[in-house]
């Protein structure tokens, strides 16, 4: 069970698990009162296949990840979210090290790309599943190479797709963004939101 909890505007009404490790996530939903245990999907994910679209393959990630935790519960409701960076076609994973944390910073700076997060959330009650992808525009401004070197040199990028954390040091980078904050941190939260309520995994605190 999450401990970061806070009387938020929600309420857990069923067993409510978030398979990812992101703090990020985790303090997003535990910021609304939600009472969740996180138990982060084990499963490998695959890299891209090529030609394959960033929609279809942020989706099959999230419902991957969904279905690997779903597998080992019953009567529980699993959240499993997945994002991506994505610049023209080529898809934005987590850097192997600062040198390519760099090459994607540098190819990043003043243009716009694109942030893509799938949800997939999996109801073993009714054996029941729904998924959405959301996309944010993100543009980000032209600094120097030496402030994209110190950035990195601050580790903050090492464990982010696209190597830049925008609720972190990072949000310096962005120049503007265009659509969801909370899809670029990783977490749409009104859409996650409006299908927790759709399936009665949460209810607002009105209504207990």
Known sequence: MNNDFKQGPF???????????????????????????????????PLPDPGVQPQQYVLDMARLKAGSVAA??????????????????????????????????????????????????????????????????????????????????????LDKAGSYAIQGSGCFLINSIHGSYTNVIGLPLPETLAVLLKIKAISTVGEN
Do not use: W
């Open 72 to 157: 080992q519960q019953t009567d529980s409701v699993i959240l499993a979210a997945d994002t991506i960076v994505v610049l023209g076609k080529n898809i934005l994973g987590k850097p192997q090290g600062k040198k390519e944390a760099l090459d994607m910073l540098l190819s990043l700076r003043g243009r716009t790309h694109e942030v893509l997060t799938a949800c997939c959330i999996a109801d073993t009650r009714l054996d029941a599943e729904e998924t959405f992808v959301l996309k944010t525009a993100v543009t980000m401004a032209h600094h120097p190479s030496s402030v994209l070197e110190g950035y990195v040199d601050s580790g903050e990028p």
């Open 11 to 45: 309420r857990t009404a069923s067993n409510l698990i978030l398979a990812s490790a992101s703090p990020r996530r985790q303090h997003l939903l535990a910021g609304l009162g939600l009472h969740f245990i996180v138990q982060p999907s084990s499963c490998k994910e």
